[in-house]
Structures are given as structure tokens and as C-alpha cells.
């Protein structure tokens, strides 16, 4: 089993930034592929931005130039530094992982946290 934890999510005007943060625990797994989504209300969830294990990132158009995913491997942990904030950013964002272990695979969800971001 693995366990994430998020942290980071709050209220701020447009314009501003804000950084969530994902760590990822357990026993004896390996990540093949860490991220975010989110969903507004009324509205489907959505990819934000994933990395894998290789590095390789790929985000979601509306974000693009503005967000930034990374991941420090050591901790297990996936970072999303979110500068130029929208109103539309608005949402619950979810940490996503795509994990593996002896003879298993699965992919884990976060609780979600809150980003607001005001006009």
C-alpha cells in the first residue's frame, strides 16, 4: 500500500503562486509515474501535470509556461509550483501515482486540496 499526503493548497489572488507538494509512503514500491489533477466544480477531473520515472513531464495546455511539476525521488515526494494563478485555476487538486511492487500495480489518489484562486 502506498499513502500520500498533499499539502499546500489555499486561497490567492490572481496573479499570485502557490506550490503543492505530494509525498509518497509505503513498503517496498517504486513510482513509475507521479502528478496532478484537479477538478472545478461541475467539471470533469482533468491531467494538470504528470512526471515519470525517466523525468519526462507533460502538462495540460492550460497550464503551460505558467506551472511547473518536479519530483525529488529521494523523498518520493512531487512538487507543483503554480505562478501566474488564474481564477479558472480554481479547483481540487488531486496527487496522482502510478506505483509498483513485487507483482502488483496500482495507481493511488490523494485527498485532494483546495486551490482558490480569487479576481
Known amino acids: 500500500q502506498v499513502q500520500l499526503v498533499e499539502s499546500g493548497g489555499g486561497l490567492v489572488q490572481a496573479g499570485g503562486s502557490l506550490r503543492l507538494s505530494c509525498a509518497a509512503s509505503?513498503?517496498?514500491?517504486?513510482?513509475?509515474?507521479i502528478g496532478w489533477y484537479r477538478q472545478a466544480p461541475g467539471k470533469e477531473r482533468e491531467l494538470v501535470a504528470i512526471?515519470?520515472?525517466?523525468?519526462?513531464?507533460n502538462y495540460a495546455d492550460s497550464v503551460k509556461g505558467r506551472f511547473t511539476i518536479s519530483r525529488d525521488n529521494a523523498k518520493n515526494t512531487v512538487y507543483l509550483q503554480m505562478n501566474s494563478l488564474k481564477p479558472e485555476d480554481t479547483a481540487v487538486y488531486y496527487c496522482?501515482?502510478?506505483?509498483?511492487?513485487?507483482?502488483?500495480?496500482?495507481?493511488?489518489w490523494g485527498q485532494g486540496t483546495q486551490v482558490t484562486v480569487s479576481s
Open positions: 509505503g513498503t517496498t514500491f517504486s513510482i513509475n509515474a
Open positions: 512526471i515519470n520515472s525517466g523525468g519526462s513531464t
Open positions: 496522482y501515482v502510478e506505483a509498483a511492487g513485487f507483482a502488483w500495480s496500482r495507481n493511488y
